[in-house]
């Protein structure tokens, strides 16, 4: 079974802080995405990656930075969090098929 | 940059009945056409997909056709039945496995009553 894994299921953070998001994937897949969630605007792409370093900007990057030194693992990194990034978030992985992690919802307080 | 617009946002059926949900995408270079099913508190899982060079593909009661000369493509559910209600997802990309920007629609809740 392919497996995306987050690190966290749940976190709390205050405005300000800097925030890392770890997402690691076990099949080699080239390609990683991480989208945020949010009622009624489905998966919004924030930033994607198709290889080790390399890095493009989706819909929605302001705010947000990303960070892939190994291919396995792809991290989004709030600056400094604000309450507009209350959010679910959820990483993926592709080959051709994309699989999902289980998420992670994060409150900015 | 592709953009892919999905109606309806909530669709409620009866048992038994079938159920359809129609996305736009904008890329006329977008060749894959996803489409994922995310029940409530779960990840988002692939269902059923379709390359360009494919009009329709079925796969037990559901179904993709597509309409490339009107970049459209529709996810069609037969038969549906109480499991079938989810959040579900169609998505476009362009590019083969090396590069691959996947973009989501806005999600249609299906509510499929007893």
């Known amino acids: 079974d392919v497996k995306v894994t987050q690190s966290s299921r749940y976190l709390v953070k205050r405005t300000g802080e800097k925030v890392f998001l770890e997402c690691v994937q076990d099949?080699?897949?080239?390609?990683m995405f991480w989208y945020r969630q949010d009622p009624g605007l489905g998966l919004r792409l924030i930033y994607f990656?198709?290889?080790?370093?390399?890095?493009e900007k989706g819909d929605i990057p302001e705010g947000y930075s990303v960070s892939r030194e190994k291919k396995e693992r792809f991290s989004l990194i709030l600056e400094s969090a604000s309450t507009n990034q209350t959010s679910m978030y959820l990483c993926?992985?592709?080959?051709?098929?994309?699989?999902f992690g289980q998420g992670t919802r994060l409150t900015v307080v | 940059g592709e953009n892919v617009e999905q109606h309806p946002s909530t669709l409620s059926v009866q048992e038994g009945d079938s159920a359809v949900i129609k996305c736009t995408y904008s890329?006329?270079?977008?060749?894959?056409f996803p489409w994922y099913k995310q029940e409530l508190g779960k990840r988002p899982q692939l269902i059923i997909d379709?390359?360009?060079?494919?009009g329709e593909k079925k796969d037990q009661r559901i179904a993709v056709t597509l309409n490339k000369t009107a970049k459209h493509f529709s996810l069609h559910i037969t038969e549906t039945q109480p499991e079938d209600s989810a959040v579900y997802f169609c998505?476009?990309?362009?590019?083969?496995?090396?590069?691959?920007?996947?973009?989501f629609g806005t999600g249609t809740r299906l509510l499929v009553s007893p």
């Open positions: 993926a992985s592709s080959f051709q098929e994309a699989f």
């Open positions: 099949m080699d897949h080239e390609n």
């Open positions: 990656s198709y290889d080790v370093k390399m890095k």
């Open positions: 890329d006329s270079a977008s060749n894959y």
């Open positions: 379709i390359r360009s060079n494919v």
């Open positions: 998505a476009a990309s362009r590019g083969n496995t090396g590069f691959q920007k996947l973009v």
